[in-house]
């Protein structure tokens, strides 16, 4: 019987095998560069491991591969999207080719993700006695 590894373990070993791009973007993203924002590499969320984490701001960057491009991924990673939105976490994914060819654009999403705070909760409507 094969023993499971354990989400950190399995980040580990994540950070070890990192792809050009994701060696790229962890470049662009450690040490406080974006917005002096801690990203975290390979970080265990729930069940899954995301590739880059903010726990500041609760932002997920994913660098999508040519993996993810099958109908089985891309509804695996529709699952997975919305339990981070149901978990207050915003997603924002990016193909390898625009972290190569369009980095500056990537960047600048990312710092805007960065910046916006959450939207305030809608009051709740006042309702008068005479009403």
């Not at 994540?14 to 790229?24: H, I, K, N, Y």
Request: aromatic residues 8%; positive net charge; hydrophobic residues 35%.
């Amino acid at each position: 019987m094969t023993e499971r590894m354990s989400p950190v373990d399995f980040a580990r070993l994540r950070r070890q095998m990192a792809d050009e791009f994701e060696r790229q973007m962890w470049q662009l993203l450690r040490n406080r560069q974006r917005c002096n924002k801690k990203f975290r590499r390979e970080h265990p969320l729930g069940i899954y491991t995301v590739d880059f984490y903010c726990a500041e701001a609760k932002l997920v960057v994913e660098v999508d591969g040519s993996s993810h491009q099958s109908e089985e991924a891309k509804q695996y990673d529709k699952i997975r999207d919305q339990w981070m939105n149901a978990n207050g976490i915003r997603v924002l994914r990016f193909t390898c080719r625009q972290v190569m060819k369009e980095t500056r654009k990537v960047l600048n999403e990312i710092d805007q993700a960065l910046t916006e705070s959450p939207s305030p909760p809608t009051p709740l409507p006042v309702h008068s006695a005479n009403a």
